[in-house]
């Protein structure tokens, strides 16, 4: 890629002296790369000239076009960020150095682009790859794939709390992001799945957020290719095929759109809106239907002079056509949490078919394309843009989170709900406007108008009727915090399974709260939740100081000050000692599995073929969690043996042994369950309409009173039929917060 190329499309107000500068900047990144190629062959200055030349279509000012072509000089060169400041500014240098922190990190991002990776990682692959006896590769794969999601969730963690300090960042890791998609097919087949998904997972909704549309739509397609080959093949080909005859359809809607809108006095410009593929492939999934069954492929962009005249447009089409009840938008007087404003309606056309149409002024269109870049500040000492501090809030609340996750995975998973999901849009009595996650709750809610207010919340109303705390709040509803007087959260609202709060900001406060209370307290709540939690499973004689030392704390007060305040969930514990269990014993939940043929199932996977018949040895019997090993019958398919059954280890004809693997497991696990409680009418009835609600099976029922003692209490002995770990401890969880009930927990066989 030419420095040319990029010299012609700097925007038209750079001066004489800014093109100078990056003119400059190119040479010295031309000559600090000039014996490094990528993965394609090409030299590698030229991925500096694509980065910067992304950025540039963004219309950023200089100073972040000079640090697109040097964001790598720093990492992967001689030249350091004092070299870069005498050279250029300390501007240039601090966004550099902001892109460069990622060199402490292990490195994943980076891998995206070189060919190679850590020592560390290399050593890993090596021991992963050179294993040959069969006993050690399933869990080597496990441990890897582990590992690889640590490292891409702390990777992914360090770089947004990076580019929290400086927005500008962003820009360029998007830019460099894009262009590594576009060079992605240059890359192992091994790595293009993880960094496609890894994509369409942080880089594309963060492009979305900051309102960077053309971005947003690349990124998407370009991962989605790589995501799902065989599905954006076949949209793609669709798409191909049905080109001119959708083009000239167009061509018609546009010629009548301008005529009926002229014919009105509305000066428009009017455009085809493309359908991008990952677009079409979200409709069908979240519609169950096939490409053919999409009708809205075709779309219109009408760009008018000013906002009456949107309205205006859009009653001249509703006039006209007949519009889709329950498929108009208005985004301008109630704009997007990304501050994209637009009209968006869909009509049925003079064909039949459905028409997708937007209405826009163009700066509406303008931020639409380039977002947060629409409204940079060019010029230093510029007043104060009030829109664009508001626009970028969002990301400066992240900062906030730097003290209260320190967990990667659950800093990514939190990006992924807070900031990335799907927005719903809840009014104040006083009618002010707040957007929060999908799913959030009315705590959720209270946390985020004021942190005194969530502490305080013990109920709310919603459109003047009161609801549970767990109530999922939809747009449009106007909602009322009841709060007391004093007091603090619960610890129950920390309780996933309850499902009270569903933020990662909410639960992050909350936290906050508990860690400020007296550390003896912490430990007295912390020993009674773990106490009740393993008479609740059924567990005894458990070490908890290796426990403690599991879960990296120096002792057990550590440990138990971990679960008070809420830091370590009682369900990672749980699934660890129950898995321990599975280990020692060979069970799970202490019932074997059944012995009958599984027959072609999704739960045993051969490695490198596809469909074969797969049965349950029946000499060893194994089990979930079980090192297995697939033994290619004459006829039969393929048997699974424990990999240290006898028949496996006199077997003399070694090459008849395949790799298999645990798959999903679809299979559903008996498990005795107590429930103590005071006696009361319908209390069976509630136990087991909450049960059949949860969508677990209940076998045999027996029930107990004591009438001798002062009050009457009632054992309920059940049979449940749960998945995992986690469903047995939510129902059990759901099952003590029924009225009456003590206790629930599993009663260990024998």
């Known amino acids: 890629m030419r420095i040319e190329n990029l010299l012609d499309t700097l925007p038209e107000y750079f001066t004489p002296v800014d093109r100078d500068l990056v003119m400059r900047a190119y040479r010295v990144a031309?000559?600090?790369?000039?014996?490094?190629?990528?993965?394609?062959?090409?030299p590698y200055v030229?991925?500096?000239?694509?980065?910067?030349?992304?950025?540039?279509?963004?219309?950023?000012?200089?100073?972040?076009?000079?640090?697109?072509?040097?964001?790598?000089?720093?990492?992967?060169?001689?030249?350091?960020?004092?070299?870069?400041?005498?050279?250029?500014?300390?501007d240039v240098a601090k966004l550099v150095d902001g892109v460069t922190k990622l060199i402490h990190l292990p490195r994943v991002s980076r891998g995206d682009q070189h060919p190679e990776e850590t020592a560390s990682t290399e050593s890993y692959l090596s021991v992963a790859e050179q294993k040959e006896e069969i006993d050690k590769d399933a869990r080597v794969d496990q441990l890897y794939r582990s590992r690889k999601y640590d490292l891409v969730s702390e990777t992914l963690r360090k770089t947004f709390l990076a580019m929290g300090e400086d927005v500008r960042v962003v820009l360029i890791k998007l830019a460099d992001r894009l262009h590594n998609m576009r060079t992605l097919g240059h890359m192992p087949e091994s790595k293009r799945k993880r960094i496609a998904q890894e994509t369409l997972d942080i880089f594309a909704p963060l492009a979305n957020r900051l309102g960077i549309w053309q971005m947003k739509w690349e990124l998407e397609d370009l991962a989605f290719r790589y995501v799902n080959p065989e599905k954006y093949?076949?949209?793609?080909?669709?798409?191909?095929?049905?080109?001119?005859?959708?083009?000239?359809?167009?061509?018609?809607?546009?010629?009548?759109?301008?005529?009926?809108?002229?014919?009105?006095?509305?000066?428009?410009?009017?455009?085809?809106?493309?359908?991008?593929i990952?677009?079409?492939?979200?409709?069908?999934?979240?519609?169950?239907?096939?490409?053919?069954?999409?009708?809205?492929?075709?779309?219109?962009?009408?760009?008018?002079?000013?906002?009456?005249?949107?309205?205006?447009?859009?009653?001249?089409?509703?006039?006209h056509w007949r519009p889709i009840p329950g498929q108009f938008d208005d985004y301008i007087a109630v704009p997007k949490d990304n501050f994209y404003q637009s009209l968006h309606t869909a009509v049925v056309f003079d064909d039949g078919k459905q028409l997708e149409v937007q209405i826009r002024t163009p700066e509406m269109d303008q931020n639409a394309e380039l977002g947060i870049a629409a409204h940079w500040r060019y010029k230093e000492g510029a007043p104060r843009d009030e829109a664009f501090e508001k626009k970028i809030l969002w990301f400066r609340s992240l900062m906030e989170w730097k003290q209260d996750v320190e967990d990667a995975g659950e800093?990514?998973?939190?990006?992924?709900?807070?900031?990335?999901?799907?927005?719903?849009?809840?009014?104040?009595?006083?009618?002010?406007?707040?957007?929060?996650?999908?799913?959030?709750?009315?705590?959720?809610?209270?946390?985020?108008?004021?942190?005194?207010?969530?502490?305080?919340?013990?109920?709310?109303?919603?459109?003047?009727?009161?609801?549970?705390?767990?109530?999922?709040?939809?747009?449009g509803e106007q909602v009322v915090v009841l709060t007391a007087k004093r007091g603090g959260p619960s610890r129950d609202w920390l309780n996933p399974n309850l499902g009270l709060v569903r933020t990662q900001r909410a639960r992050a406060k909350i936290r906050y709260w508990f860690k400020k209370q007296a550390q003896e307290q912490n430990i007295t709540q912390g020993r009674e939740l773990l106490d009740k939690e393993l008479r609740r499973l059924g567990?005894?004689?458990?070490?908890?100081?290796?426990?403690?030392?599991?879960?990296?704390?120096?002792?057990?007060?550590?440990?138990?000050?971990?679960?008070?305040?809420?830091?370590?969930?009682?369900?990672?514990?749980?699934?660890?000692?129950?898995?321990?269990?599975?280990?020692?014993?060979?069970?799970?939940?202490?019932?074997?599995?059944s012995t009958e043929p599984t027959g072609q199932s999704d739960e045993i996977t051969v490695v490198g073929l596809k469909g074969l018949l797969t049965m349950i040895a029946r000499c060893c019997n194994p089990v979930p969690g079980d090192d297995i090993i697939g033994y290619v019958t004459r006829g039969r398919g393929a048997t699974v043996h424990r990999q240290d059954c006898p028949n496996i280890l006199r077997l003399r004809e070694k090459e008849r042994l395949v790799k298999v693997a645990w798959g999903e497991q679809k299979r559903v696990y008996p498990v005795a369950v107590r429930v103590k409680a005071y006696d009361r009418d319908g209390l069976a009835r509630d136990v087991s309409n909450l049960v059949a609600n949860?969508?677990?099976?209940?076998?045999?029922?027996?029930?107990?009173?004591?009438?001798?003692?002062?009050?009457?209490?009632?054992?309920?002995?059940?049979?449940?039929?749960v998945k995992d770990v986690d469903q047995l401890t939510r129902v059990l969880t759901r099952i003590e917060a029924l009225p009456n009930v003590m206790e629930a927990h599993r009663i260990k066989p024998g």
């Open 411 to 475: 800093f990514v998973d939190s990006l992924k709900t807070d900031v990335f999901q799907d927005r719903v849009y809840v009014f104040t009595p006083k009618g002010d406007i707040y957007d929060l996650p999908l799913g959030s709750t009315p705590i959720d809610f209270a946390y985020h108008v004021h942190t005194d207010i969530g502490h305080r919340c013990r109920g709310a109303k919603v459109n003047g009727k009161l609801v549970p705390l767990d109530y999922v709040l939809h747009t």
């Open 694 to 721: 949860e969508s677990i099976n209940m076998g045999l029922v027996q029930a107990g009173i004591n009438h001798e003692a002062k009050m009457n209490m009632a054992v309920l002995d059940l049979v449940l039929e």
């Open 233 to 276: 093949k076949e949209i793609a080909t669709n798409l191909a095929e049905r080109r001119f005859d959708r083009e000239r359809d167009l061509n018609d809607i546009i010629e009548g759109l301008a005529t009926l809108l002229s014919m009105a006095g509305i000066r428009a410009e009017i455009s085809g809106r493309p359908k991008h």
């Open 30 to 42: 031309e000559h600090a790369h000039r014996d490094q190629r990528r993965a394609s062959g090409e």
């Open 539 to 593: 567990l005894k004689d458990v070490n908890l100081e290796q426990i403690a030392h599991r879960f990296e704390h120096k002792n057990l007060d550590e440990l138990l000050v971990a679960i008070g305040c809420g830091d370590l969930p009682l369900a990672r514990i749980a699934n660890h000692l129950m898995q321990n269990e599975a280990d020692e014993d060979g069970l799970l939940f202490g019932s074997r599995l």
């Open 46 to 90: 030229n991925h500096c000239v694509a980065v910067a030349m992304i950025l540039s279509e963004l219309r950023v000012p200089p100073e972040v076009i000079v640090a697109g072509l040097l964001h790598d000089t720093v990492e992967d060169t001689t030249i350091t960020l004092n070299d870069l400041r005498q050279d250029f500014s300390d």
């Open 278 to 319: 990952y677009s079409i492939y979200k409709k069908m999934a979240r519609k169950g239907v096939a490409f053919e069954q999409v009708h809205d492929i075709r779309g219109v962009r009408i760009i008018v002079e000013d906002v009456p005249a949107c309205y205006s447009a859009l009653g001249v089409i509703h006039t």
